[in-house]
């Protein structure tokens, strides 16, 4: 059957187990096809090709619920759901999500993108269908990865309680990004190693009769100890002991034996955790080659596996992660966690150096933030990397393990702002709204690769909880022209000086006024353009002055509007006694889509052309203010 041809899920179910071979070898060259080109989530997707075949052709969605934990490895299942016509699409400005996406097709039952989500979501699920009285299945397929994630166990302690009919499917490939880490991974690297499953009866049969001599009269015996024998012969048992009924470990490339096994959990009452065993990368030798660099991976040449770099420019990720070695260098003290993101957050270096002072502590920001609060307690220097959208589920460690006991840790956010393609479940634009009213806190962003790096030099002799934030790629050297100025706690920078306005563009967005200075001069509008450096605290003299002079002044973040930035001016201003005129530039009250960064900041109007557009209307509809100054 070719691909293009299949419209839905029922179309996958006439075929023999020989065409869905042939099958999943097409969907895995329109993957590496399609996310050459557009970049995306590629090797967990080459992974789960077959799984999600034997999954749609045992459960019936849309009727079923299918629940993608993360969601990055959704790309089969949407392709075989009545989108492979936009699959071209993928994560392109207008074009599909590279998640799952409940407005996009009936057969994506919950929006995720972050992680560690689906069983609790699934359980939810199943309790709405059974007081609604409904027949239909609820399937989380989560991996290993996202079970280190906190709420799996909330979500298991309540689904092994209750008892609900639930299908949880573990696709087990060992890794996370990175390598998986923890006591579960190794516990589920030692189940791993057991023989695959092929039905419970088979399976004792195959352990115990293999006995040379007794194994016929040892089965009998043991077959009457249930108890012990259970201990003996179930992987898995700490699944088992929990709640669930535990099927595995089983090939994730055997068709005939996962459709056995997921139809056996489909029929069963009560919670059951099927093990699936599967590869990342499969059947792509770049991939297989670089795990980490192909987990989420921009545009590459197919042949090679060659990255098309976009930039030459260092981004603010590498200097970051250059710079914290050098202070592990000079401070002993100084150690650096992440919580699954070695890679993405610039850390590697940093682990090759000091391996000792390293902590990848999984997919679980709330226990990193905290398990630094308890080091930061104890003496030592904690420097926690995050990107800024995985940090908004650690907000309470922030301010109660934390802030509270203003405790020494500094928080760096990477990917702050516009993101680009992952879309609105990954834009960071939250933090300044959600960090900004906690006290004793700092927060500052740089407004390029040179500040940041003083930042966060200076950012330990604060004595307190620090929090940087900075975006993806790098911050376009907004630096070149303007004199390396020491960092003063509350002090912003005045980058431009002008008599008609103040622009206070906070970070990376200062590149971009500078440029809409310049657009505005030739228009006749003298615009000052400040760097604001600090969030908290505010460089309040300097705000005030401008208050005093009566001069309009603009506010730029790439960041959302309500309770950001440009509200914290108007806040102070307020509190001041002024009531300046204030142009808030910045992130509407909605969700922003997908699309490069590029894309994003002209729809915003986040670009140079777009703040000097933006300001000028505003400026000719308040034409007094023109003059004032
Ligand atoms: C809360 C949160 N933190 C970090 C991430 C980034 N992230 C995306 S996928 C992933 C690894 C997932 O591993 P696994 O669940 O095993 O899936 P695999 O890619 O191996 O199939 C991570 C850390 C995330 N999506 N959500």
Same mark, same amino acid.
């Given at each position: 059957?070719?691909l293009?041809?299949? !419209?839905s899920p029922?179309?996958?179910?006439?075929?023999?187990h020989?065409?869905?071979?042939?099958?999943?070898?097409q969907?895995?060259?329109?993957?590496?096809?399609v996310?050459?080109r557009n970049g995306?989530h590629?090797a967990?997707n080459?992974?789960i090709?077959?799984?999600?075949?034997? =999954?749609?052709?045992v459960f019936?969605?849309?009727h079923? &619920?299918?629940?993608?934990?993360?969601g990055?490895?959704?790309?089969?299942h @949407?392709?075989?759901?009545g989108?492979?016509g936009q699959?071209?699409?993928?994560?392109?400005?207008g074009?599909i999500?590279?998640?799952?996406?409940?407005?996009?097709?009936p057969?994506?039952?919950f929006d995720?993108g972050?992680?560690?989500t689906?069983?609790?979501?699934?359980?939810?699920?199943?309790?709405a269908r059974d007081?609604?009285?409904?027949? +239909? @299945?609820?399937?989380?397929v989560?991996?290993?990865?996202?079970?280190t994630?906190?709420m799996?166990?909330?979500?298991?302690?309540?689904a092994?309680?209750? &008892?609900?009919?639930?299908v949880?499917?573990?696709n087990?490939?060992?890794?996370s990004?990175s390598?998986n880490?923890g006591?579960?991974?190794?516990? =589920?690297?030692?189940? !791993?190693?057991?023989?695959?499953?092929t039905?419970p009866?088979e399976?004792?049969?195959?352990?115990v009769?293999?006995i040379?001599?007794?194994?016929?009269?040892?089965?009998?015996i043991?077959?009457?100890?249930?108890?012990s =024998?259970k201990?003996?012969?179930t992987p898995?048992?700490?699944?088992?002991?929990?709640g669930? @009924?535990?099927v595995?470990?089983i090939?994730?490339?055997?068709?005939e034996?996962?459709?056995?096994?997921?139809?056996y959990?489909?029929?069963r009452?009560?919670?059951?955790l099927?093990h699936?065993?599967t590869?990342k990368?499969? %059947?792509?030798?770049?991939? !297989?080659?670089r795990l980490?660099?192909?987990?989420?991976?921009g545009?590459?040449?197919?042949t090679?596996?060659e990255i098309?770099?976009?930039?030459q420019?260092?981004?603010c990720?590498?200097?970051?992660?250059k710079?914290?070695?050098?202070?592990g260098?000079?401070d002993?003290?100084?150690v650096?966690?992440?919580?699954?993101?070695?890679?993405?957050?610039?850390?590697?270096?940093f682990?090759?150096t000091?391996?000792?002072?390293f902590f990848?502590?999984?997919?679980a920001?709330?226990h990193?933030?905290t398990f630094?609060?308890?080091?930061a307690?104890?003496?030592? !220097?904690?420097?926690v990397a995050?990107?800024?959208t995985?940090?908004?589920r650690?907000?309470?460690?922030?301010?109660?393990?934390?802030a509270l006991?203003?405790?020494p840790?500094?928080?760096?956010?990477?990917?702050?702002g516009?993101? %680009?393609?992952?879309?609105?479940?990954?834009?960071g634009?939250?933090?300044i709204?959600?960090?900004?009213?906690?006290?004793n806190l700092?927060i500052?962003?740089?407004?390029?690769?040179?500040?940041?790096?003083?930042m966060l030099?200076?950012?330990?002799s604060?004595n307190?909880?620090?929090?940087i934030r900075?975006?993806?790629?790098s911050?376009l050297?907004?630096d070149s022209?303007?004199?390396?100025?020491?960092?003063?706690?509350?002090?912003?920078?005045?980058?431009?000086?002008g008599?008609?306005?103040a622009?206070?563009a906070?970070?990376?967005a200062?590149?971009?006024?500078?440029n809409?200075?310049?657009?505005?001069a030739?228009?006749?509008v003298?615009?000052?353009?400040?760097?604001?450096?600090?969030?908290?605290?505010?460089?309040v003299a300097l705000?005030?002055?401008l208050f005093r002079?009566?001069m309009p002044?603009?506010?730029?973040?790439?960041?959302?509007?309500?309770?950001?930035?440009g509200?914290?001016?108007l806040?102070?201003a307020?509190?001041?006694g002024y009531s300046? +005129?204030?142009?808030r530039?910045?992130l509407p009250?909605?969700f922003?889509?997908?699309?490069s960064?590029?894309?994003l900041?002209?729809?915003?109007g986040l670009?140079?052309?777009g703040i000097?557009?933006?300001v000028?209307e505003?400026?000719?509809t308040?034409h007094?203010l023109?003059?004032a100054?």
């Amino acid at each position: 059957m070719q691909l293009d041809a299949i !419209r839905s899920p029922g179309d996958l179910r006439g075929l023999t187990h020989h065409e869905l071979v042939d099958l999943s070898r097409q969907i895995r060259e329109r993957i590496i096809e399609v996310v050459s080109r557009n970049g995306g989530h590629l090797a967990s997707n080459l992974g789960i090709v077959e799984l999600t075949l034997a =999954l749609h052709r045992v459960f019936d969605s849309p009727h079923d &619920k299918l629940i993608f934990d993360v969601g990055h490895q959704c790309y089969v299942h @949407k392709m075989v759901t009545g989108r492979i016509g936009q699959f071209a699409t993928l994560r392109t400005f207008g074009g599909i999500s590279g998640f799952p996406k409940v407005t996009e097709s009936p057969h994506d039952a919950f929006d995720t993108g972050h992680s560690s989500t689906s069983i609790s979501a699934a359980l939810g699920m199943a309790v709405a269908r059974d007081h609604q009285r409904q027949g +239909h @299945k609820v399937v989380a397929v989560i991996g290993d990865g996202a079970l280190t994630g906190g709420m799996v166990f909330e979500a298991i302690n309540h689904a092994g309680h209750r &008892k609900s009919d639930l299908v949880v499917v573990l696709n087990d490939n060992e890794m996370s990004i990175s390598p998986n880490v923890g006591a579960l991974s190794r516990y =589920l690297n030692k189940i !791993r190693m057991e023989p695959f499953y092929t039905t419970p009866k088979e399976y004792l049969a195959h352990i115990v009769k293999e006995i040379p001599g007794f194994g016929s009269r040892l089965f009998g015996i043991l077959s009457r100890i249930e108890g012990s =024998l259970k201990y003996l012969l179930t992987p898995g048992v700490f699944f088992e002991d929990l709640g669930f @009924k535990y099927v595995g470990p089983i090939d994730g490339y055997d068709f005939e034996l996962l459709e056995r096994v997921l139809a056996y959990a489909r029929d069963r009452h009560g919670p059951v955790l099927v093990h699936v065993v599967t590869e990342k990368g499969r %059947g792509y030798r770049p991939a !297989r080659d670089r795990l980490p660099l192909f987990h989420g991976v921009g545009p590459f040449e197919i042949t090679t596996g060659e990255i098309k770099k976009e930039s030459q420019h260092p981004t603010c990720t590498a200097v970051f992660g250059k710079t914290l070695v050098e202070m592990g260098h000079e401070d002993s003290d100084l150690v650096a966690i992440t919580a699954a993101m070695k890679e993405g957050t610039g850390l590697s270096l940093f682990a090759q150096t000091f391996p000792d002072r390293f902590f990848d502590v999984g997919i679980a920001e709330q226990h990193a933030v905290t398990f630094a609060a308890g080091m930061a307690a104890g003496g030592l !220097r904690p420097v926690v990397a995050l990107y800024s959208t995985f940090m908004q589920r650690a907000v309470d460690q922030i301010i109660h393990d934390t802030a509270l006991m203003h405790l020494p840790i500094i928080f760096c956010l990477d990917r702050a702002g516009l993101v %680009g393609e992952d879309g609105p479940t990954h834009h960071g634009v939250f933090d300044i709204a959600m960090l900004r009213g906690v006290p004793n806190l700092t927060i500052m962003a740089p407004k390029d690769e040179y500040e940041l790096r003083r930042m966060l030099k200076f950012a330990p002799s604060l004595n307190g909880p620090v929090v940087i934030r900075y975006p993806r790629g790098s911050c376009l050297d907004a630096d070149s022209d303007t004199p390396e100025e020491k960092i003063v706690s509350g002090r912003a920078e005045v980058c431009r000086q002008g008599s008609h306005i103040a622009i206070l563009a906070l970070g990376s967005a200062l590149h971009h006024a500078l440029n809409a200075a310049k657009l505005l001069a030739a228009q006749g509008v003298d615009a000052m353009v400040v760097n604001p450096r600090f969030i908290k605290p505010l460089d309040v003299a300097l705000f005030e002055a401008l208050f005093r002079r009566s001069m309009p002044v603009v506010t730029i973040e790439e960041g959302i509007l309500a309770g950001g930035f440009g509200s914290s001016i108007l806040e102070t201003a307020s509190d001041l006694g002024y009531s300046p +005129h204030v142009l808030r530039i910045g992130l509407p009250d909605s969700f922003v889509p997908q699309g490069s960064q590029f894309e994003l900041r002209a729809l915003f109007g986040l670009d140079a052309e777009g703040i000097s557009r933006r300001v000028y209307e505003w400026l000719a509809t308040h034409h007094s203010l023109k003059a004032a100054g």
